[in-house]
């Protein structure tokens, strides 16, 4: 199921991004990114467990400034869930109707695994147009 409304806590997301290959990042901060985060497009099943609740399984958030750009974070699903582009298609498609919808106009952008290119250019997305190359800078304290 694709949820929004219920958006994951923080510690749900840091397993899920530590399961999906990236390292952990602090509770503090991921409280912080999910706050900030205009909208967040999460896929759940079953808590594995048998004890009733639900496991996040997949995650995509977006971030704006609600006039011209729209930035995408921390797709990911997990690897078990298959088939994984299947998943990663759902969130996408859910994430940019609502997009479509609330804040039209305005570009899109991400960073993501090369795994995700041939999905995410089903959608449009473009792999590096005209030369742009995505550059990031982690800040070390």
Do not use: K
Not at 58 to 65: I, Q
């Amino acid at each position: 199921m694709l949820e929004d409304p219920d958006r994951p806590d923080a510690a749900a997301v840091n397993r899920l991004l530590q399961a999906c290959g990236q390292p952990e990042r602090s509770t503090e901060r991921v409280v912080l990114a999910l706050q900030r985060s205009d909208l967040v497009v999460s896929l759940w099943r079953p808590a594995p467990d048998g004890a009733g609740g639900h496991e996040l399984v997949g995650l995509v958030r977006a971030t704006s400034d609600r006039s011209l750009n729209v930035n995408l974070w921390d797709l990911c699903v997990l690897d078990d869930v298959q088939p994984r582009n299947h998943y990663i298609h759902l969130l996408m498609r859910s994430m940019l109707l609502r997009l479509r919808r609330d804040l039209a106009g305005c570009s899109i952008s991400m960073m993501t695994t090369a795994e995700d290119v041939p999905e995410l250019e089903r959608f449009g997305f473009l792999e590096s147009p005209n030369g742009i190359r995505a550059m990031a800078l982690q800040l070390r304290l």
